[in-house]
């Protein structure tokens, strides 16, 4: 009996630290693909400041020629470069969602890549004071890149293409909620939420926000209903 005591108890541990290599293997995988994912987010944010600046330095060239056909009394090119520069101007131009310029940066960027796959973007954004001090740049970049990534991704092959973000404060608590539509089936691997199933990759950015959440002792909770898949997360101020 002694023996089978001795047995048990060194094989229920020999599968305790089994199932803890398992667990730590996986948290190392999913560490290194939160990493590589902030990286690219990075670039995306580095490209697009680069695209603004080149931007104005077109519409600044383009004044500049203005004033030479005005001085130069050319006023059907002034006409032509007039109209070329409203045109370029509309097409161009940077939207403001919020006061946090790198949030906002954020955000136009995912709303511009949504737009390229024909999907409508929606955000209702009122940040507190503090929103700046509260969260570091590498917790905003990660919380709302990979929220939204994760609602463009969800949303591809719906006939109802969009994407709400709504940011709110309510008594010292930060609230985020993002909703999208997805086909109905979800999946759940490994405590990853998948409304795409194989997407290499999907379903970490949920994992990534979750960390973050718990970092912040908040609160993440996860709906979905009639083919609405909506993430609202509390975080303490």
């Known amino acids: ?49 680069k695209n603004i600046v080149k931007r104005q330095e077109e519409v600044y060239k383009t004044l500049e020629k203005v004033l030479a056909d005005s001085r130069a009394g050319d006023y059907e090119a002034l006409e032509k470069r007039i109209e070329h520069l409203t045109e370029h101007i509309q097409t161009n131009h ?70 709400h973000l709504n940011i709110k404060t309510e008594q010292g608590l930060l609230c985020i909620c993002v909703e999208n539509q997805y086909d109905g089936i979800l999946y759940q691997e490994e405590n990853r939420y998948l409304t795409r199933k194989n997407e290499d990759g999907h379903g970490i950015g949920l994992q990534n926000v979750s960390d973050i959440v718990d970092k912040y002792h908040g609160i993440m909770k996860i709906e979905t209903e009639n083919h609405i898949f909506k993430v609202n997360l509390i975080l303490y101020l």
């Open 1 to 49: 009996n002694l023996l089978w005591v001795i047995f048990t108890i060194s094989l229920i541990k020999m599968m305790i630290q089994v199932w803890k290599n398992v667990h730590d293997s996986y948290q190392l995988v999913l560490a290194q693909k939160a990493r590589d994912m902030l990286l690219v987010q990075e670039k995306e944010v580095e490209q697009f400041q």
């Open 94 to 163: 940077s939207e403001t969602f919020c006061s946090n310029s790198l949030l906002n940066t954020i955000l136009q960027i995912k709303k511009e890549k949504a737009e390229q796959a024909r999907i409508r973007c929606s955000f209702h954004i009122i940040l507190p004071p503090k929103f700046s001090q509260a969260f570091s740049d590498v917790t905003i970049t990660s919380l709302f890149t990979n929220l939204l990534d994760n609602a463009i991704e969800g949303v591809k092959g719906c006939s109802d293409k969009e994407i």
